[in-house]
């Protein structure tokens, strides 16, 4: 099952938002990876998530190559061997997981393959948790209207990330959720910053106490001229800026409570 990103899921058209580069696309049961091939990483990642079905299926699948693309053009274990690296899921593991079990299964199994990686530094501390749960937290919101998000997540590939093995390690990476409000289309960003956290001028990667990692919700347009992606609709449906008298300012988070929706 290799249907990809369902750009009619929610009730509004979204399609897959769309880099400026030159992008090979790969389709996963449910998710797409939009892979840049000479930063080897990805530029745009969006997978389906229907909340009403997600289903709890046991742990499993090994991170692997992606055999459809030349494995000059996707960052691979080379780079997170014996440092502070770890493989940073951009779609989670349980975001594809709903409906049937088989399916639920192969679709969780889908988001290791090396495409859908990015590395991050080690260390799950409270930013880093809360990254990883603002999905979760967009998804019980919206499970009052249509239960269905379409998230949007990558690394932002600037030209001054720091050097390390043939590639360059991403210091921020960018989020978007989308769902159904009440009046329409509404959709959120989120940043995650470890600059903090990486030094590579020693070829390692540091890990705690260096910094720390900073979690940020942003505007969809500031998210969109970081990047160089063409987000279409997503920034006219950004809540941030009718929740906010500062609909520019960038609001720090520390706990899932902090964001607007």
Same mark, same amino acid.
């Given at each position: ?10 009730? #509004?058209?979204? +399609?897959?938002?769309?880099? %400026? ?5 790969? #389709? ?7 892979? !840049? ?11 389906? @998530? ?15 190559? *992606?055999? &459809? ?9 080379? %780079? ?15 975001? +594809?997981?709903?409906? /049937?079990?088989? !399916? ?16 991050? /530094? ?12 603002? !999905? ?18 990558? +690394? ?12 360059? @390690? ?12 009440? #009046? ?8 995650? *910053? ?7 001028? !020693?070829?390692?990667?540091? /890990? ?11 505007? @969809? ?23 906010? %008298?500062?609909?520019?300012?960038? &609001?720090?988070?520390? #706990? ?6």
């Amino acid at each position: 099952m290799t249907d990809g990103y369902d750009a009619g899921f929610l009730a #509004t058209p979204l +399609p897959i938002p769309r880099p %400026v580069l030159d992008v090979r696309e790969l #389709t996963y049961p449910r998710f797409s990876v939009l892979v !840049e091939p000479q930063r080897r990483l990805a530029a745009v990642t969006g997978v389906n @998530i229907d909340g009403a079905r997600l289903v709890d299926v046991p742990r499993t699948g090994d991170w692997r190559l *992606d055999p &459809r693309l030349p494995a000059d053009e996707q960052t691979g274990p080379d %780079v997170y061997a014996r440092n502070d690296l770890d493989r940073g899921h951009l779609v989670r593991r349980r975001d +594809p997981g709903w409906g /049937a079990p088989a !399916e639920a299964r192969d679709a969780t199994e889908a988001t290791f393959f090396y495409p859908n990686a990015a590395p991050q /530094a080690a260390g799950f501390n409270q930013s880093k948790e809360l990254w990883l749960g603002l !999905e979760d937290h967009v998804l019980e919101y919206a499970e009052t209207t249509d239960q269905r998000v379409s998230v949007f997540t990558a +690394p932002v590939l600037a030209d001054d990330d720091p050097p390390y093995r043939g590639i360059r @390690i991403p210091l921020r990476f960018w989020k978007i959720a989308a769902w159904q409000g009440p #009046t329409g289309l509404a959709a959120t960003g989120f940043i995650l *910053d470890q600059s903090d956290l990486v030094d590579t001028s !020693e070829g390692i990667l540091a /890990a705690p106490p260096l910094g720390a990692f900073r979690t940020f919700q942003a505007p @969809i347009a500031d998210i969109a001229d970081m990047t160089g992606i063409d987000f279409g609709a997503l920034p006219d449906a950004d809540v941030l800026a009718a929740r906010t %008298v500062r609909p520019d300012a960038w &609001r720090t988070l520390d #706990t899932a409570g902090d964001v607007l929706l």
